[in-house]
């Protein structure tokens, strides 16, 4: 499989059923036609289905304490290995420099906790994975991370019957009709009927709060705003839509037409200060928010729980947030 592992599960329960790497693949998914990517069978899941995300923790050398805090990234990585999650979901920034290959060396080295536990991982690109390198040398170096992703930028995975999970790549266009964008709207509309709540995971955020201050640069752009407008516009069936972003280091929470948008960046990056807008769910003014995001599937509803590490130093978490997500009503 290459150097690391993607999906770190007994041979009995493996990621999906990925086809053998073919020679001279192209560096973005041709595939347009829709259709699961990944499946995983209903017997292979938890009882309920546990789903875990969080992204930007940024793994390189623990000796850089600026870009990014290793003793937090580490907890993390205990603590999510500790809960046993069906599904962990990354929304990017998985290492701070894609062209150094060290730095997954790194990943590798602290995810075994996440291997031990046999924890499937799903992850999406961030910008920081296209950092200090060429677009097709960063992409290779992310391949061999990631083998069973080769060739492919975005993709699926069906977990069982009722959970969906798209994984998104907010360095490729996200507009309209863009390879990505046709891409998505065909895995829309191709959801089987059985599916009650779909995640969409990206790295740049869609809906977020809008800074006026401080990393202005980091607001929602056009390109995924292009995204927020298609499934909003697209989602017609009884499934509901989550979509995780990252690239801002902090937590927000929003609800907009019917889908429902976090940001979920606290995992050990430098973290960012937000000037939160009315919209945002989340008002809790603590700082910095270092966490992850635990969804458990309960019956027609998504139980979710935002769990902040209080104190880096005790390593004392606290639930900070809490919520429901109930399955849409069909809209035909």
């Not at 930028?153 to 790549?169: F, P, T, V």
């Not at 839509?241 to 960046?265: C, D, K, M, T, W």
Request: with cysteine; net charge negative.
């Amino acid at each position: 499989m290459g150097r690391f592992s993607l999906i770190v599960a007994s041979a009995a329960v493996c990621f999906g059923q990925a086809k053998p790497a073919a020679q001279n693949v192209p560096h973005v998914s041709t595939r347009v036609h829709a259709g699961v990517t990944f499946r995983v069978a209903n017997r292979a899941l938890h009882s309920p289905p546990t789903i875990i995300a969080y992204g930007d923790m940024r793994f390189t050398d623990p000796s850089n304490v600026t870009a990014t805090n290793p003793s937090v990234r580490q907890a993390l990585i205990a603590r999510i290995a500790e809960e046993k999650p069906d599904v962990v979901l990354l929304t990017g920034d998985v290492p701070w420099h894609g062209g150094n290959a060290g730095d997954y060396t790194v990943y590798e080295a602290e995810t075994k906790p996440w291997r031990d536990a046999h924890l499937r991982v799903y992850p999406a690109l961030g910008n920081h994975e296209f950092a200090q390198c060429q677009p097709e040398d960063c992409l290779e170096n992310w391949w061999q991370a990631f083998p069973v992703l080769r060739g492919r930028r975005w993709y699926s995975a069906q977990l069982g019957a009722e959970i969906y999970a798209i994984a998104l790549d907010s360095d490729t266009s996200l507009l309209p009709q863009s390879e990505q964008a046709r891409w998505l709207e065909a895995e829309i509309a191709s959801l089987p009927s059985s599916v009650k709540f779909v995640f969409i995971i990206m790295h740049h955020p869609p809906v977020a709060d809008i800074q006026t201050k401080m990393f202005t640069d980091h607001n929602p752009r056009e390109n995924e705003i292009a995204l927020s407008k298609l499934v909003e516009a697209n989602h017609k069936s009884a499934a509901k839509f989550i979509v995780i972003a990252g690239h801002i280091h902090n937590y927000e929470r929003f609800e907009q037409n019917g889908v429902l948008y976090l940001v979920s960046g606290g995992g050990g990056a430098v973290p960012y200060p937000v000037e939160r807008m009315p919209e945002d769910a989340y008002q809790d003014p603590s700082f910095p928010n270092y966490h992850y995001l635990k969804f458990v599937l309960a019956g027609n509803t998504l139980k979710a729980t935002m769990f902040r590490l209080a104190d880096p130093n005790t390593l004392a978490w606290e639930v900070k947030d809490s919520f429901v997500v109930g399955a849409s009503k069909s809209k035909d």
